[in-house]
């Protein structure tokens, strides 16, 4: 039998496990494209029940309807989502909280990347509000529940690219200095120093949080890039992942059970792995809390 940890050839390959999620609940931002759609598909043929939370419920119906007939399971659900938008999280956590007894898998998927400068309906800079804050309120909303389910996970999708920004604490809407893409790193380093302060505070709870990078993966996300920036894609393209492979690790940190006794990583590749040194200063963790919890009004101990 393969090992659980097994990697078929890094390029042409998929995490192999038999891991089953049968009466699990899993909720997937953006699950209706890339990324998201794949590790939705993998999961629902694991028997879970699968919660879409996308802005476009058209399309994820759509997205429904092919996990349905692709995995033989009609436990699939799409519930309406906009990260950009405070009141469309507050919105679906209230459903959620309402309608599901149980959340045993939060995977906090949707992101956008290097898009020109906008504000979320709440006033944050885009890819800041919307991959790290969006994310960061929809945990906390859903933290009780998270918690009555234990043991249970959060997966948030980072990237390499958090190498590429800082935490501008005085400057965290980026309204002084925009540059797109730091401001996208800031908001996948972000992701991390939020994994690990979670972690912290989830000790004993039975929650454990996981940061993921994908890989470098052909998905949607490159359409706000500019001219250099499109050339070097397609250099690059041919050792970039198809949306299959980069959803590997998110499966990886949903179902492995080796897992449950680790919490606040970094994973890529399946496996535990070394983040640039400012996704590891707990100082600044610290404070990106605290500003988070004040830039969206909430008490978070």
């Avoid at 919660?51 to 007939?69: H, M, Y």
């Avoid at 190498?163 to 980026?174: P, T």
């Avoid at 790193?185 to 929650?207: D, E, F, H, M, Y």
């Avoid at 250099?228 to 970039?240: D, E, G, M, Q």
Wanted: charged letters at 20%; a positive charge; hydrophobic letters at 40%.
């Amino acid at each position: 039998m393969a090992n659980i940890y097994t990697l078929r050839a890094l390029l042409c390959g998929q995490w192999e496990s038999d891991a089953r999620l049968d009466g699990k609940t899993v909720i997937i931002t953006g699950g209706n494209t890339g990324i998201g759609k794949e590790t939705a598909l993998d999961l629902a043929k694991r028997g879970g029940r699968i919660i879409l939370a996308c802005r476009d419920v058209v399309k994820a119906e759509k997205t429904k309807a092919e996990i349905t007939e692709n995995s033989g399971n009609p436990n699939i659900l799409v519930r309406p989502l906009d990260l950009a938008d405070g009141r469309s999280i507050r919105e679906f956590s209230q459903l959620i909280n309402r309608e599901e007894s149980q959340v045993n898998i939060l995977i906090n998927n949707a992101g956008v990347m290097m898009c020109p400068y906008s504000k979320t309906t709440d006033g944050f800079e885009m890819q800041f509000g919307v991959n790290h804050l969006g994310h960061f309120l929809l945990t906390f909303l859903l933290l009780d529940l998270l918690k009555r389910s234990a043991p249970s996970r959060v997966i948030t999708l980072s990237s390499m690219a958090h190498a590429w920004g800082r935490i501008q604490l005085e400057d965290i809407n980026s309204e002084t200095s925009y540059h797109s893409r730091r401001a996208y790193g800031q908001s996948k380093l972000a992701n991390i120093l939020s994994t690990r302060s979670l972690a912290r505070r989830l000790q004993g709870t039975g929650v454990t949080v996981y940061a993921v990078h994908p890989g470098i993966v052909r998905t949607e996300l490159k359409r706000h890039m500019n001219l250099a920036l499109l050339i070097s894609w397609k250099i690059v393209r041919p050792f970039t992942k198809t949306v299959v492979q980069g959803a590997q690790t998110s499966i990886f940190c949903a179902v492995e059970p080796n897992l449950d006794s680790h919490s606040g990583g970094y994973y890529c590749d399946c496996k535990l792995s070394s983040c640039d040194r400012a996704g590891r200063d707990d100082v600044m963790a610290e404070k990106l809390w605290e500003l988070s919890c004040q830039m969206l009004g909430i008490t978070w101990d």
